[in-house]
């Protein structure tokens, strides 16, 4: 079945830097590339998200980019600000299904 | 206004009891999820839905059942709940197919079974 890894587990970076996490998937089909966000108590919520026809995209301070010829894509944020902290999950699609990556802690430090 | 809201938000109960979690969205989406969070943040996939059928039924043990009345609701029925059972349970929608559309999630329900 699809394989999917998320680096790194935990990535702590101080405030105003930049955090880049990668996400690696096996199914060279899948064609959606998603980014979620699951803050303390809450459930995930959609970020950014990007399909199979674009290297990259842009929103704010937060963008993905793909390569589809290694089957990776990455989260990029700069400018990390406290509300950042959370747990991303990458969630590329295979079989008409998502499939979630393990998340990364991405802790902010003052 | 909710977009995804699940009753209840906490749950404790024993070993060998059976409970139900309910999700509604008010959304008007075709396909619902329920997914299970264990303590190490894994998310797994467990049932999906679109307008009231299931599309997705992962390796779950048949302890666990999912019903949905109209394609607001999706409700999660387990049976004979063991501690491995214990687990954040979350509910979302999306407009369509999994792989196309943007999932919405509800808060979670945190079941504790002692």
């Known amino acids: 079945g699809e394989n999917v890894e998320q680096h790194p587990s935990t990535l702590s970076v101080q405030e105003g830097d930049s955090a880049v996490i990668k996400c690696t998937y096996s199914?060279?089909?899948?064609?959606?590339f998603p980014w979620y966000k699951q803050e303390l108590g809450k459930g995930p919520q959609l970020i950014i998200d990007?399909?199979?026809n674009v290297g990259e995209k842009k929103d704010q301070r937060i963008a993905v980019t793909l390569n589809k010829t290694a089957k990776h894509f990455s989260l990029h944020i700069t400018e990390t600000q406290p509300e950042d902290s959370a747990v991303y999950f990458c969630?590329?699609?295979?079989?008409?299904?998502?499939?979630w990556g393990a998340g990364t802690k991405l802790i902010i430090k003052p | 206004d909710t977009a995804v809201s699940q009753t209840p938000k906490y749950l404790v109960t024993q070993m060998g009891n059976d409970k139900s979690i309910k999700c509604e969205q008010n959304?008007?989406?075709?396909?619902m999820y329920w997914y299970k969070q264990d303590s190490k943040k894994f998310l797994k996939i467990m049932f999906s839905?679109?307008?009231?059928?299931?599309?997705i039924n992962e390796t779950v043990p048949n302890r666990f059942s999912p019903k949905s009345p109209d394609k607001a609701h999706l409700n999660l029925h387990i049976n004979s709940l063991e501690l491995g059972d214990s687990a954040v349970y979350f509910c979302?929608?999306?407009?369509?197919?999994?792989?196309?559309?943007?999932?919405?999630f509800g808060p979670g329900t945190r079941l504790t079974v002692t």
């Open positions: 979302a929608s999306s407009q369509g197919l999994p792989s196309t559309y943007e999932q919405y």
């Open positions: 959304l008007g989406h075709d396909t």
């Open positions: 839905y679109n307008n009231k059928e299931l599309i």
């Open positions: 199914d060279s089909a899948s064609n959606y």
């Open positions: 990007i399909r199979s």
């Open positions: 969630a590329p699609d295979s079989n008409y299904q998502l499939i």
